[in-house]
T-cell receptor, first 114, second 114 residues
Framework: GAGVSQSPSNKVTEKGKDVELRCDPISGHTALYWYRQSLGQGLEFLIY????????KSGLPSDRFSAERTGGSVSTLTIQRTQQEDSAVYLC????????????FGPGTRLTVL | KQEVTQIPAALSVPEGENLVLNCSFTDSAIYNLQWFRQDPGKGLTSLLL?????REQTSGRLNASLDKSSGRSTLYIAASQPGDSATYLCAVRPGYSSASKIIFGSGTRLSIRP
């Protein structure tokens, strides 16, 4: 596709349930990033993939959060046993191998935990 | 630890005015700096990217400057229009890696009054 896509666009879940968020990066982009934006807050880095490996997962807030990337393309962010404080917009970005390494963002997934 | 600050948090100006948004960062060892725009409920749109070796970048009515030694960047918007109303985010890619995570400021919410 022409840009980064994310699904679902909105997700409402009950506390304690597991959720999976999906990111499709721009075709050919080797690096993929997950960020979280809570209401009224700035963007918080979660995890970064280079290919299928994750050199930096320092931003994952707890062991309930995990992410994987397969085939150097699609990535899924999984949140287990969701809590109300997990409610946020989850943004995915990808970067190609270019001189400038500009980050391109998807539209985000708005997660609401009731 | 790199920290990015944006002042003011919110700004309201009448249509047609030129304006400047400010961004400061604590560690001058950066790879690049990127300015984004975020509309309510939307993802991020990249506006300008300045490499660490550059002093400024221009795109249309937008001009971004970078002064690494003082840890500052500005985004200049000429002849502002109501459609420029959005939140503007400054982000720094720290260190010397082209693929590291980027650190965001908390943004300036800009409102252009018709």
């Amino acid at each position: 596709g022409a840009g980064v896509s994310q699904s679902p666009s909105n997700k409402v879940t009950e506390k304690g349930k597991d959720v999976e968020l999906r990111c499709d990066p721009i075709s050919g982009h080797t690096a993929l990033y997950w960020y979280r934006q809570s209401l009224g807050q700035g963007l918080e880095f979660l995890i970064y993939f280079q290919g299928n490996s994750a050199p930096d997962k320092s931003g994952l807030p707890s062991d309930r959060f995990s992410a994987e990337r397969t085939g150097g393309s699609v990535s899924t962010l999984t949140i287990q046993r969701t809590q109300q404080e997990d409610s946020a917009v989850y943004l995915c970005a990808s970067t190609g191998v270019t001189l400038y390494n500009e980050q391109f963002f998807g539209p985000g997934t708005r997660l609401t935990v009731l | 630890k790199q920290e990015v600050t944006q002042i003011p948090a919110a700004l309201s100006v009448p249509e047609g005015e030129n304006l400047v948004l400010n961004c400061s960062f604590t560690d001058s060892a950066i790879y690049n700096l990127q300015w984004f725009r975020q509309d309510p409920g939307k993802g991020l749109t990249s506006l300008l990217l300045i490499q660490s070796s550059q002093r400024e970048q221009t795109s249309g009515r937008l001009n971004a400057s970078l002064d690494k030694s003082s840890g500052r960047s500005t985004l200049y918007i000429a002849a502002s229009q109501p459609g420029d109303s959005a939140t503007y985010l400054c982000a720094v890619r720290p260190g010397y890696s082209s693929a590291s995570k980027i650190i965001f400021g908390s943004g300036t919410r800009l409102s252009i009054r018709p």
